[in-house]
């Protein structure tokens, strides 16, 4: 894993895994009044994931391949920040770009647009606390 900061927010980026997007370290790092978001493009597997967290707690884990298909604490927090890039959280339609629509609603939720810069070497690594 891969971490840099971008203005008030930590970006971390994980290649070839899937801890980083795990709900309990994704829980975890948010705890203590702090906020996480994590999107997930397995090349290996077909769902996608968004899920966002504040103060140790998993608000909302969507598939943005199927936005009805949502869970956590406040399952709707997102809501509208999907219906802002037109899609209907309650359509059963499959959405055609669902890692371009997860990676847009994380740079609503944070303020951060990840560009190439951002995920430039030499960057810190580090391992995500509970995690393993």
Not at 32 to 46: F, I, K, T
Not at 61 to 73: F, K, M
Not at 113 to 123: K, M, N
């Given at each position: ?127 995500i606390p509970g995690a393993y």
């Amino acid at each position: 894993m891969t971490v840099t900061q971008v203005g008030d927010w930590v970006v971390a980026v994980e290649e070839c895994g899937w801890r980083g997007a795990d709900s309990r370290s994704l829980a975890n790092l948010s705890d203590g009044g702090g906020e996480a978001v994590a999107v997930m493009r397995p090349d290996y597997a077909a769902r996608h994931y968004l899920a966002y967290a504040v103060d140790g707690v998993l608000v909302t884990d969507i598939d943005p391949t199927l936005p009805p298909n949502r869970r956590g604490s406040d399952p709707d927090r997102l809501n509208d920040h999907l219906r802002d890039l037109g899609i209907d959280p309650e359509a059963a339609d499959q959405i055609d770009n669902p890692i371009e629509a997860a990676l847009a609603i994380a740079a609503r939720v944070t303020g951060v647009v990840l560009t190439h810069r951002h995920l430039r070497r030499p960057i810190l690594g580090a391992a995500i606390p509970g995690a393993y």
